[in-house]
């Protein structure tokens, strides 16, 4: 059984990083492309980051690419989001996912998903 495991989030200051961690039992996450997903309050969940099994394709989406930025440690099989100054917008659940394939694709749902770490910005 496939466990994806998020840690890192919290309440946090406005203007303050923050980097959130991510790693999976049950299968090789070397063996999947990661993404990391955010749902706001009264928002839709939205893709934010991806990348693929070695690390070495990358892509975060316009409104957050100056701030985030997405990684993984092929030997330490762990992947992490990045958030160089946080925002009061940031405000929301981080999921992280798990592709099946090696590559992401932004039309394919991930396979597996994190139970959600909940990010709160203070002013």
């Known amino acids: 059984q496939v466990q994806v495991v998020e840690s890192g989030g919290g309440l946090v200051q406005g203007g303050r990083p923050l980097t959130l961690s991510c790693t999976a039992t049950?299968?090789?996450?070397?063996?999947?492309?990661m993404a990391w997903f955010r749902q706001a309050p009264g928002q839709e969940r939205e893709a934010i980051a991806y990348v693929n099994w070695s690390g070495s394709s990358t892509y975060c989406i316009d409104s957050v690419k100056d701030r985030f930025a997405i990684s993984r440690d092929y030997h330490k099989k762990m992947m992490w989001l990045r958030i160089s100054a946080l925002k009061p917008e940031d405000t929301a659940m981080y999921y992280c996912?798990?592709?099946?394939?090696?590559?992401?694709?932004?039309?394919?749902?991930?396979?597996?998903w994190g139970q959600g770490l909940l990010v709160s910005v203070s002013p």
């Open positions: 996912a798990l592709f099946e394939e090696v590559t992401y694709y932004f039309n394919r749902p991930p396979r597996y």
């Open positions: 049950g299968t090789d996450v070397n063996d999947h492309a």
